[in-house]
């Protein structure tokens, strides 16, 4: 437990003081990949025309299972070497650890709206928000910013951080690999658009599983830092409603441990789509300072996963 305590701590200060790499991210690299992948096999004529489920199947397979083979490998390799390459596994590991995180990232978005969402500079908040939310955002108001940028902020802090951190414990270097891999190609496939709707099937169903498991458990971590009573109560009755298997408990947990009115109707591509309240129905409306309860909470459940894992290598 000691080597997952130490990587986890290493990645965690990497991610703080670095943030993400601006340039030559090992994922931006795997996404320029994947579209020339999915350019070739996602074909729409002949034979192919009605096999989308089958060819998506084939192309994740093939932009995911080697990575994730070559990483085991590599782990393997270092931790039956001498002394000096154990340490370099560890190291090894929290690098990889480290471009799967995005805890500095989401803060670093969420402020950039909060900031002047306070100065009530609508416009900058505006454009701030449509960098991390789908939903059209140029005529919302200040709730509905603040709705927006909170809602990304729990549902993100599952998937940025706890997720990977979560399959590296259950399965080292590969798991890292296979989760973030996975997570990018249902971020790139995983729509419900013509040109994904089948295609992209398998991306989506694998992510959905993959987070199955760290969506609760954050879910979880976000009660006991809260309003326990109040975010069970919204994860077990509104959560369970949301589109997203795995978004909806995260986002009802979190709205009700910080007393918040989330979810709701909003316009996307120019349709307007509704969607369930999440939170207590006596529950704040959100804006900067939600935002910003948002980002404390996440950072607060960051501090409470390695203090457990402390007093596991501890115990053990």
């Given amino acids: 437990m000691w080597f997952s305590f130490f990587v986890v701590l290493l990645a965690v200060a990497l991610d703080y003081k670095f943030a993400e790499v601006a340039r030559h991210h090992p994922l931006v690299y795997f ?24 060819l998506g199947i084939i192309a994740w397979c093939l932009a995911v299972m080697p990575l994730v083979w070559i990483s085991y490998l590599i782990e393997h390799w270092l931790l039956n070497r001498p002394f000096y390459s154990v340490l370099l596994s560890w190291l090894f590991a929290a690098g990889v650890l480290y471009f799967a995180l995005g805890w500095r990232s989401l803060i670093a978005h969420a402020k950039a709206i909060s900031v002047p969402l306070k100065a009530a500079d609508m416009v900058a908040a505006r454009r701030a928000v449509a960098m991390i939310v789908s939903r059209d955002s140029e005529a919302l108001t200040a709730n509905q910013i603040g709705n927006a940028a909170s809602e990304s902020v729990l549902e993100n802090g599952a998937d940025a951080i706890f997720a990977a ?35 992209g099937w398998a991306a989506a169903r694998i ?18 830092l809260g309003n326990y009573r109040s975010a069970r109560r919204c994860w077990k009755r509104q959560g369970v409603n949301w589109k997203s ?27 307007w789509q509704d969607r369930p309240l999440l939170g207590p129905d006596t529950g704040l409306q959100p804006g900067a300072i939600a935002i910003d309860a948002c980002c404390l909470l996440v950072g607060r459940v960051l501090a409470l996963w390695l203090l457990l894992l402390l007093l596991m290598a501890l115990w053990f």
């Fill in 31 to 54: 996404g320029n990949g994947v579209q020339k992948l999915e350019r070739s096999l996602n074909l729409k004529h002949g034979w192919y025309a009605d096999k989308g489920k089958l």
């Fill in 165 to 199: 951190i979560f399959w590296f414990l259950l399965l080292g270097v590969p798991g890292i690999v296979l989760y973030r891999l996975a997570n990018t190609l249902d971020a790139m496939w995983g729509y419900k658009h013509r040109r994904y709707v089948q295609f």
């Fill in 207 to 224: 992510d959905d599983v993959l987070n199955y498991l760290p969506a609760r458990l954050v879910a979880l971590s976000y009660a006991l």
């Fill in 245 to 271: 298997p795995n978004a909806g408990p995260v986002m009802a947990a979190g709205a009700g441990a910080l007393n918040l009115q989330l979810g709701g109707g909003a316009m996307y591509q120019g349709k």
